[in-house]
T-cell receptor
Framework: DADVTQTPRNRITKTGKRIMLECSQT?????MYWYRQDPGLGLRLIYY???????NKGEISDGYSVSRQAQAKFSLSLESAIPNQTALYFC???????????FGEGSRLTVL | QKEVEQDPGPLSVPEGAIVSLNCTYS??????FMWYRQYSRKGPELLMY????GNKEDGRFTAQVDKSSKYISLFIRDSQPSDSATYLC?????????FGAGTILRVKS
């Protein structure tokens, strides 16, 4: 089983719908992250959490929210999806070393 | 101007070639430098992690950092078709981790 699991792997939805992407990890890491990846723009940080009671905005948090339900679970929500949120979304975890991230396999979201 | 610039490619080379992948950066505060490899339909995985200027070698891979020029490189010797992937540079200052856009590499057999 993967150390960082994302669900769903693929989702097609319509403008205005609420979407939740879920992430769970078995690495025992405290730090968890949500990134989106777009061609030519690389990975951009949406939100991050250093423990269950700690939630921080990244560089592109507008239109997104997160919930850290437990050390192992970190979910990303789009309250009202819009087409420019079509992207590949990655969850990642980190231990002590900030630079060593462990990524899930990604959730491809298409908003029509 | 982006903090980290990386040519998106694609870079296409024959099997066995030496590959050079590069990133430039504008912020001299960056202290730690990484290279991630991302296969199609997979998440990125850490390949190399360096701190100081100079070279770090791991098998066929060599990471090079030149802080005076704000330039980092990843060299791949004897490239293989299995090296075909997107390579992303990343760097840290403080708690901020910034990724390059990634370079697509294709190694042809």
């Amino acid at each position: 089983d993967a150390d960082v699991t994302q669900t769903p792997r693929n989702r097609i939805t319509k403008t205005g719908k609420r979407i939740m992407l879920e992430c769970s990890q078995t690495k025992g890491h405290d730090r968890m992250y949500w990134y989106r990846q777009d061609p030519g723009l690389g990975l951009r940080l949406i939100y991050y959490s250093f423990d269950v009671k700690d939630i921080n905005k990244g560089e592109i948090s507008d239109g997104y929210s997160v919930s850290r339900q437990a050390q192992a679970k970190f979910s990303l929500s789009l309250e009202s999806a819009i087409p420019n949120q079509t992207a590949l979304y990655f969850c990642a975890t980190a231990g002590v070393s900030t630079g060593e991230l462990f990524f899930g396999e990604g959730s491809r979201l298409t908003v029509l | 101007q982006k903090e980290v610039e990386q040519d998106p490619g694609p870079l296409s080379v024959p099997e066995g070639a030496i590959v050079s992948l590069n990133c430039t950066y504008s912020n001299s505060a960056f202290q730690y430098f990484m290279w991630y490899r991302q296969y199609s339909r997979k998440g990125p995985e850490l390949l190399m992690y360096t701190y100081s200027s100079g070279n770090k070698e791991d098998g066929r891979f060599t990471a090079q950092v030149d802080k005076s020029s704000k330039y980092i490189s990843l060299f791949i010797r004897d490239s293989q078709p299995s090296d075909s992937a997107t390579y992303l540079c990343a760097m840290i200052y403080g708690n901020k981790l910034v990724f390059g856009a990634g370079t697509i590499l294709r190694v042809k057999s």
